[in-house]
């Protein structure tokens, strides 16, 4: 089977990962404003998204896509601050994607960074809001002071299942 992986990225960890599993496996990598790449002319597909103001990155490409995707075998990654549970998985659901969706993809949960100095100052002023309502003092103090949970191999599960589907 011949797959693609499709990725959105803000400040770079997303489109890192990606470019990690193309070298570990040899799909071809594409960011979604590459207008020229074209989903449908894949066997699966893996999908790439940072988790940005509780949405995914990507949910405007998924949704315009979705018609010629929605019968491909899908793995979605995200990246976030945010472990794999319930937090993440809100989130995730609050993209708005198709209702079938979900339920037709595997999604595996990978963390990223955030370097507060590389932000926009918009992004900067909306993470320390964040982080004075933040009732967790962990998850504030990220808000706050940045992370970095970057971590190649974490990508080992989406190898293991693109290998399946080749």
């Known amino acids: ?16 990962y990606a470019n990690w599993i193309a070298e570990s496996t040899g799909l071809p990598v594409f960011n979604i404003k590459n207008k020229k790449a074209d ?10 998204a940072p988790i940005i103001y509780y949405k995914l990155l ?4 998924i949704r315009t896509n979705w018609p010629i995707i929605e019968d491909i075998p899908i793995i979605l990654f995200t ?24 339920s037709n993809m595997i999604h595996v949960a990978l963390r990223g960074r955030q370097i507060p100095k590389e932000l926009t100052w918009f992004d900067r002023i909306m993470l ?3 982080a004075m309502k933040n009732p967790d003092p ?3 103090k990220e808000e706050r002071e940045g992370f970095d949970y ?8 989406i190898i293991a299942m693109v290998k399946k589907m080749q």
């Not at 989903?39 to 790439?48: I, Q, T």
């Not at 990507?58 to 490409?61: C, E, T």
Request: negative net charge; charged residues 20%.
């Open 1 to 16: 089977m011949k797959g693609a992986i499709f990725f959105a990225s803000k400040y770079g960890s997303t489109a890192e």
């Open 150 to 157: 970057m971590d190649k191999s974490s990508i080992e599960p």
């Open 128 to 130: 320390l809001i964040a």
């Open 138 to 140: 962990v998850a504030s």
């Open 58 to 61: 990507n949910r405007k490409w």
């Open 79 to 102: 990246v976030s601050g945010a472990p794999a549970g319930d937090k993440l998985d809100a989130w995730i659901a609050n993209s708005k994607l198709p209702e079938n969706m979900l």
């Open 39 to 48: 989903p449908s002319e894949y066997d699966f597909l893996v999908l790439g």
